[in-house]
């Protein structure tokens, strides 16, 4: 039985490993195929380095990224202790019903919704051309604020609301108590939320594929490369991130298991 | 009193304005866009054009199902299995099932080519064999496959994770009061993970009713799911803004009658995210 099961796990790893280990043993294929193998080169990942569009493109996903995370998770921070807050019983089940329709959505009613309404915006102020960059930050931002509201809210519940009147009562103020009280008690959902809204606006490709215009993201340029036909840099490419991946997860793992020796010694004592 | 209530008024304000802009509005240009023609004249005439895409709808339903199935098939097990090892393997597992996700799925969906082609790697092992190429391409069993390949990490994820918080002493107490692999299976396993399951399942089938891609890479032209539909009108022009927003809006429905269906069957209510 243990065996059977054994067997069981390695068989799915396989099922999930199988094209990635195809895609990295054919991103170092001498010709331009991706499924005859006919010697190994690296010319696909020296060629990327001087692929400025797939560079620009790069550049473009991580400043997205970077910003979307960062406004989603104070906005949805800010939000998630504001909801807590509300009283109204009504209000509050409309604002969270509301709240998770962009997680309930397929991506692509979500995407054309917005991408309706940023051009219809674009046409009321006389834009020619109104999807671009901003169109992407403020969706990327709208799909992320969610999943950040719902990694905060549950930290918020856990905490005392009696810790908070304290710090009142012994004078802070009510931004020190947030800073002071609030904010290192949530501080794991806030974490967990910034790193959520992250990854999910690095490989978001429906939403921005409609509100993006002619910005282009990682995930659009691959997009447009598999509608041609695909030559194995694409794949050098995705080597390149799931080995960059790869590492940090390893990185973030051996962190963990270090703190996790480190908590757990006062208790052995 | 008074004073916190502001406060948090103050504080979910800009995130009520926002969600009421982007969230809200959007829906309802759309739903402008579903009952207006191109003059913008009310009309119903772009609902029942969605008689022509009574095909797509069924396929996508469908193949979306089989692969929600199968998905569910392939991921209970695992996460069952996963929970009987070690901690530290079960963080190791952990991490192998997320790590794909990471990876953008379009080439992970693009890769599945380099092996299922007609002189892909699976024929070419055939034909050392002796068999003829078979075509796997452009099948709507390459269809569902990506599917499932795609999105099995979202049911594993949910179903670990309430399964690895189930309580022991439950299983220990079936077994004492008598119950057989089975019954403990059927009576105390199944109905404590649910909501995993439940979860699982809108985590799968939602991304999979609705795709564009997988089916553009592996079902070929052949296989014109609602994704596809919608795709495709709203890349002819602003002129197909109008039937195209009326089927969005329809799989939006569809969509959220299934989640509140299956929101039925489960007795969280807890609200929050598994993941």
Not at chain 1, 181 to 206: E, N, Q
Request: glycine share 6%; aromatic share 12%.
């Amino acid at each position: 039985m243990k065996a059977l099961a054994r067997l069981y796990v390695a068989l799915i790893i396989f099922f999930l490993y199988a094209p990635v280990l195809v895609m990295i043993v054919f991103s170092f294929n001498e010709s331009a195929s991706v499924w005859v193998f006919q010697g190994v080169s690296t010319k696909w990942y020296t060629g990327l380095i001087a692929d400025t569009a797939m560079l620009n493109a790069l550049k473009h996903t991580v400043i997205i990224a970077v910003l979307s995370a960062v406004i989603s998770t104070v906005l949805g921070t800010a939000a998630a202790v504001g909801i807590t807050g509300i009283r109204n019983k009504l209000s509050k089940k409309l604002l969270m019903s509301v709240t998770q329709i962009p997680m309930m959505n397929a991506d692509i009613v979500t995407g054309i919704s917005l991408m309706l309404l940023f051009i219809f915006i674009g046409k009321l102020i006389g834009l020619n051309e109104s999807l671009g960059f901003f169109t992407v930050l403020l969706a990327h931002i709208t799909f992320n604020l969610p999943y950040v509201i719902m990694s905060v809210l549950p930290k918020l519940r856990q905490t005392d609301s009696k810790l908070r009147e304290a710090a009142l009562d012994l004078g802070c103020s009510p931004v020190q108590a947030f800073f002071k009280v609030i904010l290192p008690a949530i501080s794991t959902g806030v974490l967990t939320g910034f790193i959520m809204a992250f990854t999910l606006s690095l490989d978001d490709f429906v939403i921005s594929y409609f509100t993006c215009g002619h910005y282009q993201t990682l995930p659009i340029i691959i997009y447009n490369m598999t509608k041609k036909s695909v030559t194995p840099d694409t794949y050098a490419l995705s080597t390149i991130i799931f080995v960059a991946v790869f590492a940090l997860l390893i990185f973030y793992n051996v962190l963990q298991s270090k703190t996790d020796k480190k908590s757990a010694k006062p208790i052995r004592h | 009193m008074k004073n916190k209530s502001l406060g948090s008024k103050l504080l979910s304000a800009p995130y009520i304005v926002w969600a009421a802009l982007f969230i809200i509005v959007p829906l309802i240009i759309m739903l402008y866009f579903a009952l207006t023609n191109e003059a913008g004249v009310f009309t119903l005439a772009n609902l029942s054009e969605i008689g022509k895409y009574k095909k797509a709808f069924g396929l996508s339903i469908l193949y979306a199902a089989i692969a929600t199935v199968i998905t569910l098939l392939l991921a209970y097990p695992m996460a069952y299995f996963m929970t009987k090892l070690k901690i530290s393997s079960q963080r190791m597992l952990l991490l192998i099932v997320m790590l794909p996700m990471w990876m953008n799925f379009l080439i992970r969906t693009y890769s599945w080519i380099s092996i299922l082609a007609n002189t892909g790697i699976i024929n070419t092992f055939l034909g050392k064999l002796g068999f003829g190429p078979v075509q796997l391409m452009y099948t709507p069993g390459a269809v569902i496959l990506g599917m499932v390949y795609d999105f099995i990490p979202y049911m594993i994820l949910p179903i670990y994770s309430v399964m690895s918080k189930l309580d022991k002493s439950l299983l220990e107490a079936s077994e004492d009061l008598g119950a057989n692999a089975f019954t403990k299976f059927k009576k105390v396993i199944l109905p404590l993970t649910r909501p995993g399951i439940i979860s699982g399942i809108t985590m799968v089938f939602v991304p999979s009713v609705s795709t564009f891609y997988i089916s553009q890479k592996l079902g070929g032209n052949k296989t014109m799911l609602i994704g596809d539909a919608i795709e495709y009108l709203f890349n002819l022009g602003v002129d197909y803004y109008n039937i195209a927003s009326a089927i969005s809006m329809v799989l939006m429905i569809m969509i959220l009658v299934c989640l509140f269906v299956m929101n039925r069957f489960s007795d969280d209510d807890d609200g929050g995210v598994v993941i």
